[in-house]
């Protein structure tokens, strides 16, 4: 008898965004940078940073929540079994798609989730940036309607479908190894912030259960920002965003109730106020989104189920932040990087190239075959 799935349902996806809703403001409130207590984008954007790949010395810090959202995802699939090791599908694209997605979620200052968080904080600015996911996943949509798709993936060995993983278990291990040392910028080779976002963080005990917690029950429940609006606009489907909407409206109570909640436009912590850029950045994230088949989150899920293709969209990730801090290209609350609108150009293009580049022609569908000779068969479907 298979077991249900109770997170797969209506209630257990509205339930697993309130969860979020609930630990993310906590999370902030007993460390994390304001409205960022769980942020998919600047938390890789801080991994890289701290193992040397980029040198913004505000941005650097081992996150424990990243690697327990993989873990955790593991953990789960472990259990139900559906750890299935699989990948081959364009591995090369999904690493571009992830620098891409990367750069725009810097422009904007924020992965979708903590779009909803800024939004749930009182950022006006989110809206803007939320808007501009929205605009992205749609024209994901229409590649979708002409047959976009990356092709298939195949079996692969447990081993590399453990390879992320791995590697999430081996950053945890370095922050532990090597733990933040008190008005030292390094702690054996890893880079740590004295200031800034890099220097702001949770304990280590509460990122981490927090990080395995979430990665658990999103594996279950499939949680998905861009699968939410991409389900939405293609197949009227309200599952995904039911959870999409708990994580705001519940986020937006915590933050009234912790004292976090402050609305406006202006003087937004970690944020900027240039509309078209707020709006351009996350466009081209979601895009990237889209075409990649998930979200930041979704993507390190995934990641623990043992799909190398998400573990390569989510090195893309990493080191994307690695070139948008090298080369100017990430914004700050001053405002635009120096070169971040020939980076949103680039970007754009790259993706729609990768769109037109990967249509496929729609088969057309056969007759229905003629079932009569089976209408008396023994045969079971």
Not at 62 to 88: D, H, N, Q, T, Y
Not at 160 to 180: D, E, H, K, Q, V
Request: glycine residues 14%; charged residues 10%.
């Amino acid at each position: 008898m298979t077991r249900r799935n109770i997170f797969a349902t209506l209630g257990g996806i509205v339930a697993v965004g309130a969860i979020i809703g609930v630990v993310a403001p906590y999370l902030q409130n007993l460390g994390n940078p304001a409205n960022m207590g769980i942020c998919v984008a600047c938390m890789e954007r801080d991994i890289a940073g701290a193992i040397g790949l980029h040198r913004a010395g505000v941005v650097q810090y081992l996150r424990p929540e990243i690697m327990g959202f993989v873990l955790g995802a593991l953990v789960a699939a472990l259990l139900f079994r559906e750890f299935k090791p699989s990948g081959g599908s364009a591995p090369m694209t999904r690493f571009v798609l992830g620098v891409v997605s990367m750069i725009g979620a810097l422009i904007f200052l924020g992965c979708p989730w903590r779009a909803i968080l800024r939004l749930a904080g009182g950022d006006g600015n989110a809206i803007l940036g939320l808007a501009g996911l929205g605009a992205g996943v749609w024209i994901g949509t229409m590649f979708f309607r002409k047959g976009y798709s990356l092709g298939r993936s195949y079996r692969q060995t447990i081993a590399t479908g453990l390879m992320l993983p791995l590697i999430m278990f081996g950053l945890l291990a370095l922050r532990l190894i090597f733990p933040p040392l008190e008005g030292a910028e390094k702690s054996g080779f890893i880079f740590y912030s004295l200031q800034g976002p890099g220097a702001a963080y949770a304990p280590l005990a509460v990122s981490l259960a927090a990080g395995l917690g979430i990665g658990f029950i999103a594996q279950r429940s499939r949680f998905c920002t861009m699968g939410a609006i991409r389900d939405l606009i293609l197949f009227k489907q309200f599952h995904l965003m039911a959870g999409f909407l708990a994580l705001l409206i519940v986020a937006l109570i915590v933050n009234i109730a912790l004292g976090q909640f402050n609305p406006g436009f202006e003087a937004q912590p970690v944020a900027h106020t240039l509309h078209f850029w707020n709006f351009a950045g996350m466009l081209m994230a979601g895009l990237a989104f889209a075409l990649a088949g998930g979200c930041p989150g979704r993507q390190l899920f995934m990641s623990g189920e043992g799909n190398s293709d998400a573990g390569v969209f989510v090195m893309g990730m990493i080191f994307g932040a690695a070139l948008a801090h090298n080369w100017g290209l990430a914004s700050s609350p001053a405002g635009l990087g120096e070169y971040g609108a020939v980076a949103f150009f680039v970007g754009l293009a790259v993706c729609l190239g990768i769109g037109f580049a990967n249509l496929k022609k729609l088969k057309v569908e056969s007759p229905v075959p003629d079932l009569a000779p089976l209408k008396n068969s023994k045969i079971k479907a």
